[in-house]
T-cell receptor, first 115, second 116 residues
């Protein structure tokens, strides 16, 4: 079955530091890949996505590249801010024959950015 | 404003006392689903619905029921809650295109349930 593995957290950084959160996946076929973000007390929001190999998703200074050869979708940001403190989830979506797409989530990585 | 709403946001109950968590979306989305979030496990899908009167089990359906009588509403029912159902629950919706959902899911704010 499909699975997503994220680097263990929590991750604590100082403001303006470089961020990498690793994500690898196992899936059949050609899934779409996502990063969702969950701010304190809120639901998940889509941060970025990539639908095919070598696509780069980007939003709010975050980037991730769909690497089929390494089955990875690592999240990066060059300079984090305190407001980036949140839980980040990597996810994949694969088409099912009768049920449409289903999301499989990683465990989530808590990021704390200190001033 | 396009949104998914859930009620209640917080609930403390006792074992065996039936409860319902409501979910409503105003985006006319066909696909709706329920997830539970537990530490170290990410989000796991409980049930989903492709459209009115069409529901199916997700990965962890045991102990839950759902119904989809109207397109906008997708309540989650716990007939006899147990402590292992203590969790953070999220409802989500997404539009369909060509018979498949379009990948981007819109999440509600979550319901934190504690079963004593």
């Amino acid at each position: 079955g499909n699975s997503v593995t994220q680097m263990e957290g929590p991750v604590t950084l100082s403001e303006e530091a470089f961020l990498t959160i690793n994500c690898t996946y196992t899936a059949t076929g050609y899934p779409s890949l996502f990063w969702y973000v969950q701010y304190p007390g809120e639901g998940l929001q889509l941060l970025l996505k990539a639908t095919k190999a070598d696509d780069k998703g980007s939003n709010k200074g975050f980037e991730a590249t769909y690497r089929k050869e390494t089955t990875s979708f690592h999240l990066e940001k060059g300079s984090v801010q305190v407001s980036d403190s949140a839980v980040y989830f990597c996810a994949l979506s694969s088409r099912q024959e009768t049920s449409g797409s289903r999301l499989t989530f990683g465990e989530g990585t808590q990021l704390t950015v200190n001033p | 404003e396009a949104q998914v709403t859930q009620n209640p946001r917080y609930l403390i109950t006792v074992t065996g006392k039936k409860l319902t968590v409501t979910c409503s979306q105003n985006m006319n989305h066909e696909y709706m689903s329920w997830y539970r979030q537990d530490p170290g496990l990410g989000l796991r899908q409980i049930y989903y619905s492709m459209n009115v009167e069409v529901t199916d089990k997700g990965d962890v359906p045991e102990g839950y029921k759902v119904s989809r009588k109207e397109k906008r509403n997708f309540p989650l029912i716990l007939e006899s809650p147990s402590p292992n159902q203590t969790s953070l629950y999220f409802c989500a919706s997404t539009p369909l295109a060509g018979g498949f959902n379009t990948d981007t899911q819109y999440f509600g704010p979550g319901t934190r349930l504690t079963v004593l």
